[in-house]
């Protein structure tokens, strides 16, 4: 079991995280001696072996294991063939339940480039169509929508008002992937966690927390 040490001047108490990749990251206050928190650790040693047996559990059963010719991949809720074809046109391009990449059957790196392209595109478009119908009900704007692949973050919203948001969401049911819009969104009316920002979440998203449990059950494995 490898862990990552940090010291935090901001911590006020020994927290312990492990992350998507099944990282156990141990947080120190700078008051707080290394052996002490090492001991923290040793007692919570149960605990730390049940989830990351669980995390790896998880990445067995990930969409990726999927990612080659024939293949079915989740999107939104709804799954997609995969179809590799060396002389298509495009480099990927869905029809139907399939989804057509340019790339020959055997060559699984660059099917799963190709995929994940792809799902990068969705991710974009989907983003940017939601979060503008979000808004406008909200009477806010966005200043801009990025796309990114964190390994422990699904969005995100800053001060200067950027939208940013987890591609691999697409993988994840449409409920899902709207919730984390939603929330991020109302992050531009209350940049906080207030009972005046959840209000605003469960309006807009009656069914927040039924998607935020299946992320926390499902998300490691979209990872």
């Given at each position: 079991?490898?862990v ?72 939104l ?56 119908d ?86 490691v494995?979209?990872?």
């Amino acid at each position: 079991m490898k862990v990552a040490l940090r010291v935090s001047k901001r911590a006020r108490r020994i927290s312990l995280r492990i992350n998507q990749k099944g990282e156990v990251i141990l947080t120190r206050p700078h008051r707080v001696s290394e052996s002490v928190a090492l001991h923290f650790l040793e007692r919570k040693k149960a605990w730390v072996l049940h989830h990351l047996r669980d995390i790896e559990a998880q990445h067995a059963r990930s969409p990726r294991t999927a990612w080659h010719d024939g293949g079915m991949i989740p999107f939104l809720g709804n799954h997609l063939t995969i179809s590799a074809r060396p002389s298509f046109r495009s480099t990927f391009h869905q029809d139907g339940t399939l989804l057509i990449v340019k790339a020959r059957p055997d060559d699984h790196a660059g099917i799963a480039r190709l995929v994940e392209q792809w799902y990068r595109m969705q991710a974009e478009a989907y983003f940017h169509a939601t979060c503008h119908d979000i808004c406008a009900r909200l009477g806010v704007r966005f200043h801009r929508l990025t796309i990114r692949g964190q390994s422990s973050r699904w969005g995100s919203c800053s001060k200067q008002g950027n939208l940013n948001f987890n591609w691999k969401l697409m993988m994840a049911p449409s409920k899902v992937a709207f919730s984390v819009a939603v929330h991020e969104c109302c992050h531009l009316v209350h940049l906080n966690h207030s009972a005046r920002f959840w209000n605003l979440v469960n309006m807009l998203c009656p069914f927040y927390d039924e998607a935020n449990t299946w992320l926390k059950s499902h998300g490691v494995a979209l990872a």
